[in-house]
């Protein structure tokens, strides 16, 4: 089936071997194949808008924000239903959507929803048990990782692994 959605994400790969059991349990996109990863903007565009031009500026903007070391170093909430990890440094994700969102004024982080974006990897959301997740994966912290790249991924918010990476746009 052809994707209806797209969406630019850091994947944490360093992070997998902490929360992949729990993101299968307790975050439905773990379901739709979309890895432990840190949203930069969702929606992005239309996967038919996704032009070479589009491609060209989105290459640009990563180019312009220099690769990083993070440390995921605690756990976080959001209204006690959504767990999450927080990224120490937080300030080249907020750069990477505040650039790209005032390049694609269409494609505003999680639909123009909420004010202040907060950077996370979501470990469950909406579901029995994130209360046990959380003391579950804090022994595992802090989880060290490189961003070195921005993901571009299409997908399906259905079940079945329907998300795939387009391409890969290298930090500067």
Excluded: K
């Excluded at 089936?1 to 993101?23: C, G, H």
């Excluded at 979309?34 to 930069?40: E, G, K, L, N, S």
């Excluded at 767990?83 to 750069?95: G, K, M, Q, T, V």
Aim: glycine letters at 6%; proline letters at 12%.
């Amino acid at each position: 089936m052809e994707p209806t959605q797209s969406a630019l994400i850091i994947p944490i790969p360093e992070a997998e071997p902490a929360v992949a059991a729990l993101r299968a349990r307790l975050d439905r996109s773990a379901s739709w194949g979309v890895p432990a990863h840190i949203t930069v903007i969702f929606p992005f565009l239309p996967p038919d808008q996704l032009s070479p031009q589009v491609l060209a500026a989105v290459r640009l903007i990563a180019a312009g924000v220099p690769r990083f070391f993070l440390s995921l170093d605690r756990v976080g909430w959001f209204d006690e239903r959504v767990l999450w990890l927080s990224p120490n440094p937080a300030e080249p994700f907020r750069e990477l959507t505040n650039r790209l969102a005032v390049r694609f004024p269409a494609a505003l982080p999680y639909g123009g929803q909420f004010r202040d974006v907060v950077p996370h990897l979501t470990v469950g959301h909406d579901r029995p048990g994130l209360a046990e997740a959380a003391d579950a994966v804090a022994p595992a912290l802090p989880i060290r990782a490189r961003v070195t790249a921005l993901r571009l991924i299409t997908g399906r918010p259905e079940a079945g692994d329907s998300w795939q990476t387009l391409t890969d746009f290298p930090l500067g």
